[in-house]
């Protein structure tokens, strides 16, 4: 039997958040989603509160991923400890407040979500994120396994899809904001794509005014990032997985608006 999991990109500022909470249920009902994972760590722009958090989740997420703004809002660290559905990255320092992994069961298949950080251009002074995976993958057994690589460098993305290629079930990368079209599936059988994009607004840069990003690469101040208001977008990728074998058969690119 086949489960569709959704992924979704980087959701930015209050008005990405509203957006999902317009969307996200209609799409999980359209396009029968078992499992949605929502990439989490800009709600608040720079980081989330836990208010968000649980907007997020009662919007229909399983799962909320961060990544580089993890602590963005300090009053988020307690939440980390106390809350199963929310993972910083795995690969954070071990004194870091959360949990990196965890493991869902849904009565029909448990699924293993991972949040990774990636280590290039990104100094978070993280493990090795390779090797933090392959410990991670010696440990409790699941169904299907899933991993969000926020990550920078596209080389660094496409290097851990091939290492992780028939060991996990899907990887994608998430940080960057802007969607790659290079969705497939490995040789071996794991789900891949460079990067779901954002869940924002559509008329900026990167969920930002673009004025002030323009100001910015002028040499000037920009001030403190603002989201703009206007028509959003949501984006992500819905991978198809194969209940017998744990591995990928599909998948597809949304983007919606």
Same mark, same amino acid.
């Given at each position: 039997?086949?489960?569709?999991?959704?992924?979704?990109?980087?959701?930015?500022?209050?008005?990405?958040?509203?957006?999902?909470?317009r969307?996200?249920?209609?799409?999980?009902?359209?396009?029968?989603?078992a499992?949605?994972?929502?990439?989490?760590?800009?709600?608040a722009?720079?980081?989330?509160?836990?208010?968000?958090?649980?907007?997020?989740?009662?919007?229909?997420?399983?799962?909320?991923?961060?990544?580089?703004?993890?602590?963005?809002k300090p009053?988020?660290?307690?939440?980390?400890?106390?809350?199963?559905?929310? @993972?910083?990255?795995?690969?954070?320092?071990?004194?870091?407040?959360?949990?990196?992994?965890?493991?869902?069961?849904?009565?029909a298949?448990?699924?293993?979500?991972?949040n990774?950080?990636?280590r290039?251009?990104?100094?978070?002074?993280?493990?090795?994120?390779?090797?933090?995976?392959?410990?991670?993958?010696?440990?409790e057994k699941?169904?299907?396994?899933?991993?969000?690589?926020?990550?920078?460098?596209?080389?660094?993305? @496409?290097?851990?899809?091939?290492?992780?290629?028939?060991?996990?079930?899907?990887?994608?990368?998430?940080?960057?904001h802007?969607?790659?079209a290079?969705?497939?599936?490995?040789?071996?059988?794991?789900?891949?794509?460079?990067? @779901?994009?954002?869940?924002?607004?559509?008329?900026?840069?990167?969920?930002?005014?673009?004025?002030?990003?323009?100001?910015?690469?002028?040499?000037?101040?920009?001030?403190?990032?603002?989201?703009?208001?206007?028509?959003?977008?949501?984006?992500?990728?819905?991978f198809?997985?194969?209940?017998?074998?744990? @591995?990928?058969?599909g998948?597809?690119?949304?983007?919606?608006?």
């Amino acid at each position: 039997m086949d489960y569709h999991i959704l992924a979704v990109g980087d959701v930015v500022g209050e008005q990405g958040l509203a957006h999902l909470e317009r969307r996200l249920r209609p799409l999980q009902k359209l396009k029968q989603i078992a499992f949605t994972v929502v990439n989490g760590e800009n709600a608040a722009t720079v980081g989330l509160t836990p208010d968000q958090a649980r907007r997020i989740y009662d919007a229909g997420a399983d799962v909320i991923t961060l990544g580089n703004h993890t602590f963005g809002k300090p009053q988020i660290a307690d939440f980390l400890d106390d809350t199963p559905y929310i @993972l910083r990255p795995a690969n954070f320092t071990g004194r870091a407040p959360g949990r990196g992994h965890g493991v869902y069961d849904l009565g029909a298949f448990r699924v293993r979500v991972v949040n990774l950080i990636g280590r290039c251009d990104l100094n978070f002074n993280a493990e090795n994120p390779f090797t933090t995976m392959d410990k991670l993958l010696a440990g409790e057994k699941a169904t299907f396994t899933l991993v969000d690589f926020h990550a920078e460098a596209t080389s660094e993305k @496409l290097a851990m899809g091939y290492y992780l290629d028939g060991r996990i079930s899907a990887l994608w990368g998430t940080h960057t904001h802007v969607p790659t079209a290079d969705e497939r599936v490995y040789p071996k059988g794991t789900g891949y794509l460079t990067d @779901l994009g954002m869940t924002g607004p559509v008329e900026s840069v990167l969920g930002i005014r673009p004025e002030q990003s323009v100001e910015m690469f002028l040499g000037g101040l920009p001030g403190r990032y603002q989201v703009p208001d206007g028509p959003c977008k949501l984006q992500g990728a819905i991978f198809t997985l194969d209940n017998s074998t744990g @591995l990928c058969t599909g998948v597809e690119r949304i983007d919606i608006r």
